[in-house]
């Protein structure tokens, strides 16, 4: 058993060999829990849920019903259905999943993840792209790792932005999903002409008809 006491809250895991940090809860993921604020309103998503603690630990602050849990192992699933009842923690949805390929809601506030990063990156790859998708307009993506630049390149591709803190050894990450109005907003900012304003094409467009009617 492994124990978590912090602020008032006392919870107890059953782990295995089989999944990951079984002798303790990961430093990385309660470095990532330390960045994150929940509120009763929120819609949250364990992506790789390990034994439970996340989603667990998560409904202390967030109404049951608006957990989901998902991992692609077996084990996973049973220790966190047990782990869930042996902390009086009901209905949490708790699903076998390869990635967020059984996941259907596409309205979560919330998406915390600590993936496998001593592999390749197509397993986060999957995890950044789709679970942008089933982000709310607002909504945030949490994600811990060791690596950095890999990381880091594809939250601003996927999501246009993210926020780093370095803690404990970690990378905590938070990308937020933009409206897409704030999104076309961004990009014209981009577009600059010499003297910092937005360029107005059309404008552009007539200055050289201009020259080109004195021309002949």
């Given at each position: 058993?492994?124990?978590?006491?912090?602020?008032?809250?006392?919870?107890?895991?059953?782990?295995?060999?089989?999944?990951?940090?079984?002798?303790?809860?990961?430093?990385?993921?309660?470095?990532?829990?330390?960045?994150?604020?929940?509120?009763?309103?929120?819609?949250?998503?364990?992506?790789?849920?390990?034994?439970?603690?996340?989603?667990?630990?998560?409904?202390?602050?967030?109404?049951?019903?608006?957990?989901?849990?998902?991992?692609?192992?077996?084990?996973?699933?049973?220790?966190?259905?047990?782990?869930?009842?042996?902390?009086?923690?009901?209905?949490?949805?708790?699903?076998?999943?390869?990635?967020?390929?059984?996941?259907?809601?596409?309205?979560?506030?919330?998406?915390?993840?600590?993936?496998?990063?001593?592999?390749?990156?197509?397993?986060?790859?999957?995890?950044?792209e789709q679970g942008y998708i089933r982000l709310v307009?607002?909504?945030?993506?949490?994600?811990?790792?060791?690596?950095?630049?890999?990381?880091?390149?594809?939250?601003?591709?996927?999501?246009?932005?993210?926020?780093?803190?370095?803690?404990?050894?970690?990378?905590?990450?938070?990308?937020?999903?933009?409206?897409?109005?704030?999104?076309?907003?961004?990009?014209?900012?981009?577009?600059?002409?010499?003297?910092?304003?937005?360029?107005?094409?059309?404008?552009?467009?007539?200055?050289?008809?201009?020259?080109?009617?004195?021309?002949?």
């Open positions: 058993m492994v124990k978590f006491e912090q602020d008032g809250i006392d919870l107890e895991f059953e782990t295995s060999a089989e999944v990951f940090s079984p002798t303790q809860i990961d430093r990385g993921t309660l470095a990532m829990i330390s960045q994150v604020e929940m509120n009763k309103e929120d819609k949250l998503l364990d992506l790789g849920c390990g034994y439970g603690f996340v989603g667990i630990y998560a409904s202390s602050f967030i109404a049951h019903y608006n957990i989901t849990m998902c991992d692609i192992s077996d084990k996973a699933i049973s220790l966190s259905l047990l782990n869930a009842k042996h902390n009086n923690v009901k209905d949490l949805n708790i699903i076998k999943s390869d990635g967020l390929s059984e996941v259907a809601d596409k309205d979560f506030t919330l998406i915390l993840s600590n993936p496998p990063y001593h592999v390749d990156f197509s397993v986060p790859k999957r995890f950044i307009s607002g909504g945030k993506m949490y994600m811990v790792t060791k690596r950095k630049d890999w990381y880091k390149n594809k939250f601003i591709s996927v999501f246009g932005g993210v926020k780093i803190q370095e803690i404990d050894g970690y990378y905590v990450f938070m990308a937020q999903k933009l409206s897409a109005l704030t999104k076309k907003d961004r990009q014209a900012q981009k577009v600059k002409s010499k003297s910092g304003k937005p360029q107005d094409r059309n404008h552009l467009s007539k200055k050289l008809q201009r020259k080109v009617s004195k021309r002949n």
